[in-house]
């Protein structure tokens, strides 16, 4: 019959094995085939852009400064920051949960009886508890908190990635309006010339009021063109400020023409996503987290330990007549197996099993969608790239276009409306060249977050 409770007691600790297991990566995801064949992609290259510092890869002092003063003024990250700080204290809490629990009660008490002589009766003990992880709860519990931890500092990782995104992409904005601005001022210029010119040419007869009326129609349209240039630059500078976390102020910068495209990019390996990328890194300590929760909720089904004691004085021993001091010493353990529980502990485990599964949907996904961003800024950066190369040759096409219409013009060989024409396609097309290039710079920034950069 003693062999009975020493056969439970072995088969409990067997079955408990799978309690102590660690995390391990699930083997199905496949990631090999994230990326798409690219002529920007240095596939021979195991570096990736994402572990670029972004000093290196925003070399602009000015964009530089304003990253700076982002990641000291964000609120969004300072309270990322917090968030870790709060992980951080739950895991010590967790790591504590091992030790013993001391508790100091001193008490007293005064008693008279019928009036007599009041007689005080004081204890000072200290207790102590402390519960044996025999099955692993508090073991689970700790590396939860470590997981919730980890995936806390991958979010503030997230978020320092898409604030320092962010704030290149605004400035990247402001270059391309001051760039259009500009151009606007210069085509205003022009255009205002031409317009005394006609009237001077309307005076002596060579040309008729409504070419005159149409040139001064057309200055109105820049005009008003031009003014929502500079309200566009002026909210864009006012959302900067509120991304580096300070009141509205002048940003200072460069121009567009000082930005520079890195010739090849090399997007590395899709695995370094699963190291570099924030997000993905922060879903599979979600996936870990919930393995480790899944755990406890299968300890709860063993029993638990528990072992305690006191020590302490008292001035009350019990005799009646003399009423003398001493030490007073306990010791108690106790197990608790739970035996029924209304189906609360199944119940437990089955949302547990739940939730791990929805974490690893959710890390598979993460990983899709980094594979889909990677793809699509790789093709943007050449797509805006081929068309910055057509904008320029067409750019120049209108420009000697432009030259030879306003020839004809003055001979009277060529009417107004081509003239018109050929301007307001040169100052499309010197927008549009200038939109080409900021939009392949937002598509380099693109990647780079893509990749995880910035979150270090």
Wanted: net charge negative; aromatic share 8%; hydrophobic share 40%.
């Amino acid at each position: 019959m003693k062999f009975i409770p020493f056969s439970i007691t072995i088969l409990l600790l067997l079955t408990s094995c799978s309690l102590y297991n660690n995390y391990s990566r699930p083997q199905e995801i496949q990631i090999d085939a994230l990326y798409n064949e690219s002529t920007m992609l240095n596939s021979d290259s195991l570096a990736s852009l994402g572990f670029m510092p972004w000093r290196e890869l925003f070399t602009d002092s000015c964009l530089q400064s304003l990253i700076e003063d982002g990641l000291q003024s964000n609120t969004d990250l300072q309270i990322a920051m917090l968030r870790i700080d709060e992980a951080q204290a739950g895991l010590s809490a967790a790591k504590l949960a091992f030790l013993p629990s001391l508790t100091f009660s001193p008490n007293g008490a005064i008693t008279s009886v019928n009036g007599g002589k009041a007689s005080q009766i004081y204890e000072i003990p200290v207790s102590l508890t402390w519960e044996i992880d025999i099955f692993g709860k508090l073991r689970n519990s700790k590396k939860e908190q470590q997981m919730q931890l980890l995936g806390q500092q991958a979010y503030a990782g997230a978020v320092q990635s898409e604030l320092i995104a962010s704030i290149a992409n605004s400035y990247y904005a402001l270059l391309m309006l001051d760039g259009q601005i500009e151009i606007s001022t210069q085509t205003i210029y022009l255009w205002r010339e031409q317009v005394r010119t006609m009237e001077l040419q309307l005076k002596v007869g060579d040309i008729r009021e409504n070419a005159l009326s149409q040139a001064k129609a057309n200055l109105e349209e820049l005009l008003s063109m031009h003014n929502t240039l500079i309200r566009q630059r002026h909210e864009t500078e006012n959302s900067l400020c509120t991304l580096l976390g300070v009141v509205s102020y002048d940003i200072p910068r460069l121009s567009i023409d000082n930005q520079n495209i890195p010739e090849k990019i090399s997007v590395g390996l899709p695995l370094h996503l699963l190291s570099c990328r924030p997000d993905v890194i922060q879903a599979e300590m979600n996936l870990a987290s919930a393995y480790y929760a899944t755990n406890q909720s299968r300890a709860a089904f063993y029993p638990s330990l528990t072992i305690g004691g006191s020590v302490g004085w008292t001035n009350a021993l019990g005799q009646a007549v003399t009423n003398p001091g001493g030490w007073i010493l306990s010791a108690l353990g106790s197990l608790a197996q739970p035996i029924f529980q209304r189906g609360k502990l199944i119940s437990n485990l089955r949302i547990s099993k739940d939730e791990e599964q929805i974490a690893l949907l959710n890390y598979k996904q993460a990983l899709i969608n980094a594979g889909q961003e990677v793809n699509d800024a790789l093709y943007a950066i050449e797509s805006y790239g081929n068309d910055y190369s057509f904008h320029k040759n067409q750019c120049s096409a209108l420009e000697r276009t432009v030259k030879s219409n306003e020839l004809l013009f003055r001979t009277n060989n060529a009417t107004y409306l081509e003239l018109l024409t050929s301007r307001q396609n040169l100052l499309n097309s010197r927008l549009n060249l200038i939109a080409d290039r900021v939009s392949q710079l937002q598509a380099v920034v693109k990647l780079y977050k893509a990749l995880g950069g910035g979150a270090k």
